[in-house]
C-alpha cells in the first residue's frame, strides 16, 4: 500500500462540479492500493500517517501529528501511483489491485481513521469516480508512506 500524504491548509473533493468533501487545516492522503496488500497493511500505513510529525510546533519544528493538531484527514482513492513507467511511454497498472480488492481496503483505510481521529475529522472521495482534488499544500510538505510489504 501506499501513501502520498500532503499536509494541507485546505482541501476540497468535486464531482460533477458540485463539492462532494472538504477539510481544512490537516492531510490529504492519496492512497494507492498494490495487489497482495491485507487489513496488516492498512493499518500500518494509516497509523504511520496519523503520527507523521509534519506540523509545526510552537517552535515552527516539525514536531506535531495530525493528531496533536487536531486536523482533519482528507483520503482519496488512486490506483494510478502503482502506475509503472520504466518501459515506454503508457504506464502500466499491473501492480495495482483490481477494483474488486481495492475498494473494500480503501474503505476500511478511512473507517479505521474514523477510529483513530473520529467520524467528523475524516473526509473522502468516491471510489472509482472522476473527482478535481482542489488544495493548499502547507510549505509544501508532502511524503510518501509505503506499508512494510511493499518497502521488503
Known sequence: MRAVVQRVKRCSVSINGKTYSSISNGLLVLLGVKN???????KYVAD???????????????????IQTGGSVMVVSQFTLYGDTRRGHRPSYSDAASPEVAEPLYMYFIEYLQTLLGFERVQSGVFRAMMDVE??????VTVIVESKSNTE
Request: overall charge negative.
Open 135 to 140: 488544495l493548499v499544500n502547507d510549505g509544501p
Open 36 to 42: 497482495g496488500d491485507t487489513k496488516d497493511d492498512v
Open 48 to 66: 504511520k500517517c496519523v503520527h507523521l510529525r509534519i506540523f509545526n510546533d510552537s517552535d515552527q519544528k516539525m514536531n506535531r501529528s495530525v
